[in-house]
């Protein structure tokens, strides 16, 4: 099963709002609602930020919204603040494996 | 609370084995699927293993034959039993509380695993 895809890096100014996005193939993003996204800060966990394409977790600032189209889903980050500087990956199941497959990860820089 | 901590990384050399452990408070991991996920130094997530709430288990294709996940629903506790380590396998090891497919919810802190000779 191949990655998702993502882009190595994405940067917004503060206040600006940003996306990610993570393309996959009619077999997973494309085919379930189950897309998620982690965001991970240097020598940390994973954090769940959204869920089945565009839920968020009880606790996840509403700057984090999540959509798809297709094969490609999306994650923005509105009102881009310092603390957002962090890796983001994407994640969707896959019928396939029954385990789920990650994106590449997309770095995301705070200017 | 809910926590998830991991233990039993460590220094092993190629072909040797590995029993990881992840102790979960707050909630019973058998009403939870529970799943593997490692990242190797610098690179992405990869998913490893995942035990469903119904007793089956998946593994990537990459760990097949060499890992096994185990649940002790007493000590409510997942297991990694990892044989034939490789020094691919090279990682820190989390363990994570399944929220929906491919969501997991709560994760541990990692523990790393350093297979070399």
């Known amino acids: 099963q191949s990655a998702l895809t993502q882009p190595a890096s994405v940067s917004g100014s503060p206040g600006q709002s940003i996306t990610i996005s993570c393309t996959g193939t009619s077999s997973d993003v494309g085919d379930y609602y189950y897309v998620s996204w982690y965001q991970q800060h240097p020598g940390k966990a994973p954090k769940l930020m959204i869920y089945?394409?565009?839920n968020r977790p009880s606790g996840v600032s509403n700057r984090f919204s999540g959509s798809k189209s297709g094969n490609t889903a999306f994650l923005t980050i509105s009102g881009l603040q310092a603390e957002d500087e962090a890796d983001y990956y994407c994640s969707s199941y896959t019928f396939s494996s029954t385990l789920g497959v990650f994106g590449t990860g997309t770095k995301v820089t705070v200017l | 609370e809910v926590q998830l901590v991991e233990s039993g990384g460590g220094l092993i050399q190629p072909g040797g084995s590995l029993r990881l452990s992840c102790a979960a408070s707050g909630f019973t991991v058998s009403s939870n699927y529970m799943s593997w996920v490692r990242q190797a130094p610098g690179k992405g997530l990869e998913w490893v293993s995942v035990?469903?709430?119904?007793?089956?288990?998946y593994y990537a294709d990459s760990v097949k034959g060499r890992f096994t996940i185990s649940r002790d629903n007493s000590k409510n506790t997942v297991y990694l039993q990892m044989n034939s380590l490789r020094v691919e396998d090279t990682a820190v090891y989390f363990c994570?509380?399944?929220?929906?497919?491919?969501?997991?919810?709560?994760w541990g802190q990692g523990t790393l695993v350093t297979v070399s000779s």
């Open positions: 089945d394409v565009s």
């Open positions: 994570a509380r399944g929220l929906s497919l491919g969501a997991s919810d709560y």
């Open positions: 035990f469903y709430g119904g007793g089956s288990t």
